[in-house]
C-alpha cells in the first residue's frame, strides 16, 4: 500500500469526449499546447510534478529568504553534503541550468562529452558550448523486450575506445545520467559506473552524474545488483556520488520538489569559475534562483527520497500498472523501471509508419478516449523529414511515454489508463496517423503542429 495517507487533494478536471476532440483539434494535436484543466490523468512528466510531504510544507514555513547566507541555504548545504560528499554545492533554479553553468565553466568548443545517453537539454547544453555530445549505450539496450537489468549502462569497450582516440577529439568528460531516461529510464549498475570512474581517472577526464533519479538508480541496484541487496538505497546513492567528480542535479525528480537544481563538485577551481557565472546568471551562490523556502523543501525531499517504504511503493506502483499493460497485450520496455513506462507503439500500431508517428497517434488517442495525457519518444521527437514530408531520419524505435509523478496517482487511476490502453489494443488498426503542418527547426516537439492523415489520404 502506498507509505502515505492524502491530507490535502486536488480535483481532477473530467471532459467529455466532444471537448477532448475539439481541444486536440485547437492544438493541432500536440499535447503541450493543452491546458491543464483539458486533461483528466497527466502523465506527460515526472519532473517537477510531485506531491510534496507535509515535513516539506513545514520546512518551506521555516524558509529563511535573506539574500545571502540564509539559514535555508545552510540547512540545505548540509543534507546535500552528506549526501553526495562534494565539498563545493551550488544551488539553481533547475536541473538545465545547472548544466549551463557547469558546461559553460567546463567545456571547450571542439571537444568531446561522451555519456550512456544526453539528456535532450543536457544535450542542448553541451552542444550549446561548441562541444560534440556522444552518446554510447550498451548494446543490451538495443532488446527493448531482453530483461537485462541494467540497460542504462554505458557501453564500456566503445568508450574505453574513445577515450583512447583521443588525439582526434579530445574528451572533456563523461557524463553518466542515472537513470538513464532518454535510454528508457533504465539503471546504471554500481559496477558499470566503477569501472567508468576507473576508466576516466586513467585518462584524466572527469566523470559527471546526471543526477536526477539518483535514489530510483539507487533502489533499482539494492533490488538487481549482486553484492548491493543489503545496502540502503541511502547508501548506494552516497557510493555513486563520491565515484564521480560532480554532479548536475535536477531536484524536481528525485528532490520531489516543484522548482529546484544543484552543481556538485569535488574541484575548487571549477566551482569558483561556475559560482561566478552562477551570481551573473541565476542569482547568489547561497541561492541560486531559488527562494529559502525552495531550499529547505528540497532538503527535506533529498531526505525523503531515498526511504525504502517510499521507493518500495514507487516501483510497486509502477510494476502494477506494467502488469495491467502487459494483460491488455501491450508491449512496454522491459524491465519496468520507477519513474515511467515506455509502451511500444510502433508495435502496437504496426499499420502507421514512422513519419505518420504511430507514437503520437497512441497520445492522441490516449487523450481522447481516456483524458490522458502522455508524451511521445520516437519518430516526432527524433526523427526528421524534407519539406514535402518524406523522412529523412526515422527514429529507432515508436514509443509513448507515461511519466509517473511521484505520490501523486492511485492504483484507481492506474487503472483507468491500462483500461484505456485495454480499449485501443481491442482494434488499434482503427487508430490513424498524424502528418506535420508546421514545426520549429530546434526542439520540434514542444511546438509541432499536425493534422490527422485520414485513410486514403
Ligand atoms: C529533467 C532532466 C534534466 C533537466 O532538468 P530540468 O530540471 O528539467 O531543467 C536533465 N537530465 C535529466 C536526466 C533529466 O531527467
Known amino acids: 500500500m502506498e507509505p502515505y495517507r492524502i491530507k490535502v487533494v486536488e480535483p481532477l478536471a473530467f471532459t467529455t469526449r466532444e471537448e477532448r476532440e475539439a481541444a486536440l483539434k485547437r492544438v493541432a494535436y500536440n499535447p503541450f499546447e493543452l491546458r491543464a484543466d483539458e486533461v483528466t490523468i497527466d502523465l506527460l512528466s515526472d519532473s517537477g510534478t510531485g506531491a510534496i510531504s507535509a515535513d516539506q510544507l513545514a520546512a518551506g514555513m521555516q524558509g529563511d529568504e535573506s539574500y545571502a547566507g540564509s539559514r535555508s541555504f545552510y540547512r540545505w548545504h548540509e543534507v546535500v553534503s552528506e549526501l553526495t560528499g562534494y565539498p563545493h554545492i551550488l544551488p539553481a533554479h533547475q536541473g538545465r541550468a545547472a548544466e549551463r553553468i557547469l558546461f559553460s565553466s567546463l567545456l571547450r568548443p571542439g571537444t568531446s562529452v561522451l555519456s550512456n545517453t544526453h539528456f535532450d537539454t543536457t544535450r542542448a547544453n553541451v552542444e550549446l558550448t561548441g562541444c560534440t555530445a556522444y552518446d ?107 565515484l564521480a567528480d560532480g554532479c548536475v542535479m535536477s531536484a524536481k525528480k528525485d528532490g520531489i520538489v516543484h522548482i529546484g537544481g544543484f552543481i556538485g563538485l569535488k574541484d575548487a577551481e571549477l566551482a569558483e569559475r561556475c559560482g561566478g557565472l552562477l551570481i551573473a546568471t541565476e542569482g547568489f551562490t547561497t541561492y541560486g534562483g531559488l527562494s529559502g523556502r525552495d531550499l529547505d523543501m528540497m532538503a527535506r525531499g533529498l531526505l525523503e527520497v531515498t526511504e525504502p517504504a517510499y521507493l518500495a511503493e514507487r516501483a510497486d506502483i509502477a510494476g502494477y500498472l506494467a502488469a495491467r499493460i502487459r494483460e491488455a497485450g501491450v508491449d512496454i520496455v522491459e524491465p519496468a523501471g520507477l519513474h515511467a513506462l515506455y509502451v511500444n507503439a510502433g508495435r502496437l500500431l504496426p499499420h502507421i509508419p514512422p513519419h505518420q508517428y504511430p507514437g503520437t497517434a497512441l497520445v492522441c488517442e490516449l487523450y481522447l478516449r481516456g483524458g490522458i495525457r502522455s508524451a511521445e519518444l520516437g519518430s516526432l521527437y527524433l526523427g526528421e523529414e524534407d519539406e514535402h514530408g518524406n523522412p529523412v531520419k526515422t527514429a529507432p524505435y515508436e514509443l509513448v511515454r507515461l511519466a509517473l509523478p511521484r505520490r501523486v496517482y492511485t492504483r484507481s487511476h492506474y487503472d483507468h489508463v491500462a483500461a484505456t490502453l485495454a480499449d485501443i489494443a481491442k482494434n488499434p488498426e482503427s487508430v490513424h496517423g498524424y502528418r506535420v503542418t508546421s514545426q520549429s527547426p530546434i526542439l520540434r516537439h514542444f511546438s509541432i503542429k499536425l493534422e490527422p492523415v485520414k485513410s486514403g489520404d
Request: hydrophobic share 40%; aromatic share 6%; net charge negative.
Open 136 to 242: 554510447l549505450p550498451c548494446a543490451e539496450a538495443k532488446d527493448l523486450d531482453s530483461d537485462f537489468p541494467f540497460k542504462g549502462n554505458i557501453d564500456l569497450i566503445a568508450l574505453e575506445q574513445a577515450l583512447e582516440n583521443a588525439d582526434q577529439t579530445p574528451v572533456a568528460a563523461v557524463l553518466m545520467t542515472i537513470t538513464n531516461n532518454g535510454g528508457g529510464g533504465q539503471p546504471v549498475s554500481m559496477d558499470n559506473l566503477h569501472r567508468t570512474a576507473e576508466l576516466c581517472r586513467r585518462h584524466n577526464v572527469p566523470m559527471i552524474l546526471d543526477a536526477a533519479r539518483f535514489a530510483e538508480n539507487a533502489w533499482l541496484v539494492t533490488q538487481r545488483e549482486p553484492g548491493y541487496a543489503h545496502r540502503t538505497p541511502r547508501q548506494v546513492a552516497e557510493e555513486a556520488f563520491r
